[in-house]
């Protein structure tokens, strides 16, 4: 690994890392905040995925999460949302599909599953060699995202043993169900419906796919509330399953980092609580 940026901030660290993975067959960045006790002793480590359009930095610029990692001694890991620059013909051509849009899942389909691996990349590339930094508490482990990032978040979380506790910013909770993610769905993973649900918070629910709890803020004035983010189709699945979800619907906050920033101490006392 490459360390690209070094800031201090609230006494912590705030890095920047550059490195090759073998998931997605290309170099990768990856931002992680290293709070002040990880100088004494390994903290825990909560890992945020973003959203569209986005990479490591909008979080680490904008949602301010980097004073409540320092306030509760939690490490903060922000990946990028995709490959970059791996010269597939039309990765760069829209916001919500390719560079940008890799919705982490494991492409299958040509030419995207060469790089577009990200569900891998988050699971068998960076979490592992964050992991060997001997700040990081291995064992303690939570996820949060944001939009895509929160679709990513849940449903790692759903499907898989790595995280202690899940939450989510306006998650994309029923991508089959829309277009973003019918047309992410499709150009990565084909037409087979079948092979959407394991990408599906809603599906993976039904499916049997269950959490101790789930956090989820959703701001009302979202102007992608009803067509793309259906976090009515998440309560209901959850309560069908019994599955413990706080979902609190914030009047006046849109889809942006505003929302974020305001309700960010939330999610990291959220998950602080739950590494006790």
Same mark, same amino acid.
Not at 83 to 104: K, L
Not at 178 to 193: H, K, M, N, T
């Given at each position: 690994m490459e360390i690209i940026h070094d800031w201090t901030s609230f006494g912590g660290r705030q890095l920047v890392y550059k490195h090759h993975a073998s998931s997605t067959r290309c170099d990768m960045e990856f931002a992680l905040y290293l709070p002040p006790q990880a100088m004494t002793a390994p903290v825990p480590l909560l890992v945020y995925l973003s959203g569209l359009t986005c990479n490591w930095e909008n979080v680490v610029t904008k949602a301010g999460a980097q004073r409540s990692?320092?306030?509760? =001694?939690?490490? %903060?890991?922000?990946?990028? @949302?995709?490959?970059?620059?791996?010269?597939?013909?039309?990765?760069?051509?829209?916001?919500?599909?390719?560079? =940008?849009?890799? %919705?982490?899942?494991?492409? @299958?389909?040509a030419p995207w599953e060469k790089h577009y691996q990200m569900r891998s990349y988050i699971l068998d590339d960076v979490l592992p060699l964050v992991a060997e930094n001997k700040a990081i508490d291995a064992e303690k482990v939570a996820i949060t995202g944001h939009s895509m990032g929160g679709h990513g978040a849940l449903t790692l979380a759903l499907s898989t043993d790595r995280f202690n506790s899940v939450s989510a910013f306006a998650p994309i909770a029923n991508p089959m169900a829309?277009?973003?993610?019918?047309?992410?769905?499709?150009?990565?993973?084909?037409?087979?419906?079948l092979h959407w649900r394991a990408y599906d918070a809603c599906a993976l629910i039904e499916d049997g796919a269950s959490v101790e709890h789930i956090l989820v803020d959703q701001g009302l004035a979202d102007e992608f509330l009803d067509e793309q983010l259906k976090p009515d189709a998440l309560e209901a699945a959850c309560q069908k399953a019994d599955i413990p979800l706080t979902l609190r619907r914030q009047p006046g906050y849109d889809h942006s980092y505003y929302f974020i920033a305001s309700f960010v101490e939330d999610h990291v006392a959220y998950h602080a609580e739950r590494f006790q």
């Open positions: 990692c320092a306030k509760h =001694g939690i490490a %903060f890991l922000a990946p990028d @949302t995709s490959p970059r620059d791996v010269s597939i013909p039309g990765e760069d051509e829209t916001y919500d599909f390719g560079a =940008g849009a890799g %919705f982490y899942v494991d492409a @299958t389909v829309c277009r973003w993610g019918q047309r992410a769905f499709s150009g990565y993973l084909g037409d087979d419906q």
